[in-house]
């Protein structure tokens, strides 16, 4: 393409950052519509490549190619294809809700928006990216970010859960980055797409394919995050202002993901094969431990961080079951629980923001002084649980359903009757919060709070329209990612 469409998208939100820290006498209010102008600008210019996608194409589209580093062949390469596309929407759309959710925030508020939108530059570069050595660059840029809105602007053990992040993440960064080291020395080049096709395996040790599979595994495997890998997503949702829980468990989690497919197996196609056993047990441990640990919280942020590590279980199944429709779905249920769990982690913001209070048995009979929060939360919950016509049903279906059909990893049908588990259990934590939280006698303490004002309604409602179109069609979706699918299960010879 000759207009630099994805440069403009990765790069909008860091112009709009610097242009407020630039701004003279600039007040509250112009910073945040400043900040809401740039993230939304950056959401309707997403919203026209997905459009504008040719399902008929396979491959990378709206290329753009420049050498970078001549001495080791770097490029700036920046791409989207049917993985990342679906990711990219997803970041800029919850790039513009965190402006949303954060249009109370009176703390040093040049600063927090700013950040705000460097973090959005820094995980768009991530899913555009098409060189490893680009692609990790922008990877490290949102550690920076989310250690200061964290640790500024949080609450609680703010300044310990900010460094607990910063020092997994870069633990994960620093084998991903000899993983990285290792596939250029014996690669020749950082080209994703190339390191893709050239059959690299093939061509090195059995011991050294695996050895750089699991360096990067384990980098994604921190992020998603896949036990025992995880302890730090409690503590850093639990602290962070609300805003960065939706970007953290919306867009973060999923780099995850979305590196385990475009890195992991579509490099090492056979590894992931021979290794895949093992990785959907892991994927079982996450389903049910992480389920049954948010059974026990009592703070109402800390209870869908654990969800979280649940859901991400599906993924982490429906990657490594290696089948197109449950990988499809792994895709699916990464988008949908970006949207879903960003939507719980913004009500929650609004319960806390009028009761003051996030734990559990200390609220009770809100629905009657909060409706509108109460139906949206409810319906964010029965989404998170599966329930038929939301996004979060089409997803785990297709998880399911093509994991169980998958013929290259053995046992995968008693493995995923096993994650099937994980859907009774998220059906009762949710179904016992939405019960001690918005139903039952109402407490006289909260006879005065407030139900949602007119933006709090617009952000809320605007994600369940999302969620509920891919729940009643979810081939808007599905389409797309079938041509990102494709090319990885035809490197596994299916």
Known sequence: MDFPYLSIIVFLPVIGAILIALLPQADPRRIKFTAAFFTL??????????????????????????????????QYFLGVDGLSLPMLVLATFLGFIAV?????????????????LVLETGVLGVFCSLDL???????????????????????????YSAMKFVIFTLAGSAMMLAGILLLYFHGGTFDMMELA??????????????AIFFLLFIGYAVKLPVFPFHTWL??????????????????????????????????????????????????LVNIIYGAAVT????????????????HMGYVLLGIFALSQVSMTGAILQMFSHG?????????????????????IPQLGGLARRMPIIAVVFSVAGLAALGLPGTSGFAAEFLVFLGSFKSTLVDGIQTYTILGMVGIVLTAGYILWLLQRVFYGPIKAQYDKVTDANRLE?????????????????????????????????ASLGL
């Open 234 to 283: 409690p503590d850093a949702h639990t602290d962070a202002p609300t805003a960065v829980s939706v970007i953290l468990a919306g867009i973060l989690l999923k780099m995850g993901g979305y590196g385990m497919i475009r890195v992991c197996v579509s490099i090492f196609p056979g590894v992931s094969q021979d290794y895949a056993v093992l990785l959907v047990a892991l994927a």
């Open 41 to 74: 600008a950056v959401f309707a210019l997403s919203l026209s490549l997905f459009f504008m996608f040719d399902t008929g194409l396979e491959g990378a589209q709206f290329v753009e190619r420049a050498s970078w580093i001549p001495a080791i062949d770097a």
């Open 339 to 359: 949207l879903i769990t960003g939507l719980l982690f913004a009500l929650v913001g609004l319960v806390y923001d009028k009761t003051h209070v996030r734990d």
């Open 457 to 489: 309604q617009f952000t809320i409602i605007s994600m369940v329209a999302v969620i509920m179109l891919i729940g009643i069609y979810p081939a808007v979706l599905t389409d797309i990612i079938k041509v990102g699918v494709s090319p990885i299960i």
């Open 197 to 210: 096709g050239m059959g690299l395996e093939g061509a090195i040790s059995t011991l050294l394919a695996t």
């Open 100 to 116: 949303l959710v954060s249009w109370k925030i009176d703390l040093r508020v040049r600063e927090y928006f700013a950040w705000l």
């Open 295 to 310: 059974f026990r919280q009592r703070d109402l942020k800390r209870l869908i961080a654990y969800s979280s590590i649940s």
């Open 133 to 159: 050595l680009l692609f990790f660059l922008f990877w490290e840029v949102e550690i920076l970010p989310m250690f200061l809105l964290i640790s500024i602007w949080g609450t609680g053990r703010k300044e």
